[in-house]
C-alpha cells in the first residue's frame, strides 16, 4: 500500500515564526487532505489539495502530484495553531500520514 | 451548519457489554467512515459505507458492526467489547460524485475506554 511520510516530526516555534510541513507519499493518488487536530482532538479538514496551490489565511497549501509531495505553510504562528498536523493523500480513500506534531510558544 | 455529530464524546464501559456509537451528517454525503486513533499506529480505517444499505470492512474490522439504513446515519456498533478496543473514534464523511475522496469532515471524535 501506499506509504505517507511526514517531515518534521516535531516542530516547536515561538509566537509569529512561519514554518513548513512536509509530506511525501509513495504512489500516485487521487487527491490529498491536510487537517489539524487540535489539542482537544477534534479533527479539522485545512486543506482539500489534489495539486497546485491554495491558501486559507495564514496557511497555504501545495501540492505537486507528479513528484509526490505536499507542503503546508504556516505562517506568523500562533499558540492556537498547536496541534499535530496530518497529511492525507487518497489513491482510494484517505490514508494518514504519522503527523508532525507542533507547538507554538508565546 | 455543515456537521458531522458523534455521540457519546466520552464513554466507559465494561469487557462484553455491547454499546453503540452514533453518527449523523447534515450534508446529505453518499460516503461515511469509521477511523480508530492509537497511539504510534495513527489513523485507522474501521469500516465504511458507500450509501444506503452499502457497507465494506476497512482496515480493522474486528470486533465491529456497522449499518446504513438511512443515508444521514452511520452507528459503530461494539457487540463485546474488549480492553484492546479503548480508543479515540472518528466519524467522517464525504461526497462521492467523483469517488470516495472527495473533501472529508470528522465527527468531534469519541473517547471510548473499556476496563
Known amino acids: 500500500g501506499i506509504q505517507v511520510e511526514q517531515s518534521p516530526p516535531d516542530l516547536i516555534l515561538q509566537e509569529g515564526a512561519n514554518s513548513t510541513l512536509r509530506c511525501n507519499f509513495s504512489?500516485?493518488?487521487?487527491?490529498l487532505q491536510w487537517f489539524h487536530q487540535n489539542p482537544w482532538g477534534q479533527l479539522i479538514n485545512l486543506f482539500y489539495?489534489?495539486?497546485g496551490t491554495k491558501q486559507n489565511g495564514r496557511l497555504s497549501a501545495t501540492t505537486v502530484a507528479t513528484e509526490r509531495y505536499s507542503l503546508l505553510y504556516i505562517s506568523s504562528s500562533q499558540t492556537t495553531d498547536s496541534g499535530v498536523y496530518f497529511c492525507?493523500?487518497?489513491?482510494?480513500?484517505?490514508?494518514f500520514g504519522t503527523g508532525t506534531r507542533l507547538q507554538v510558544f508565546p | 451548519e455543515a456537521q458531522v455529530t458523534q455521540n457519546p464524546r466520552y464513554l466507559i464501559t465494561v469487557t462484553g457489554k455491547k454499546l453503540t456509537v452514533t453518527c449523523s451528517q447534515n450534508?446529505?454525503?453518499?460516503?461515511m467512515s469509521w477511523y480508530r486513533q492509537d497511539p504510534g499506529l495513527g489513523l485507522r480505517q474501521i469500516y465504511y459505507?458507500?450509501?444506503?444499505?452499502?457497507?465494506d470492512k476497512g482496515d480493522v474490522p474486528e470486533g465491529y458492526k456497522v449499518s446504513r439504513k438511512e443515508k444521514r446515519n452511520f452507528p459503530l456498533i461494539l457487540e463485546s467489547p474488549s480492553p484492546n478496543q479503548t480508543s479515540l473514534y472518528f466519524c467522517?464523511?464525504?461526497?462521492?460524485?467523483?469517488?470516495?475522496?472527495?473533501?472529508?469532515?470528522f465527527g468531534q471524535g469519541t473517547r471510548l475506554t473499556v476496563v
Open positions: 450534508m446529505n454525503h453518499e460516503y
Open positions: 489539495i489534489p495539486s
Open positions: 492525507a493523500p487518497a489513491p482510494d480513500k484517505l490514508i
Open positions: 459505507s458507500m450509501n444506503v444499505e452499502v457497507t
Open positions: 504512489d500516485s493518488v487521487n487527491n
Open positions: 467522517a464523511s464525504s461526497e462521492i460524485n467523483r469517488g470516495p475522496w472527495r473533501r472529508a469532515f
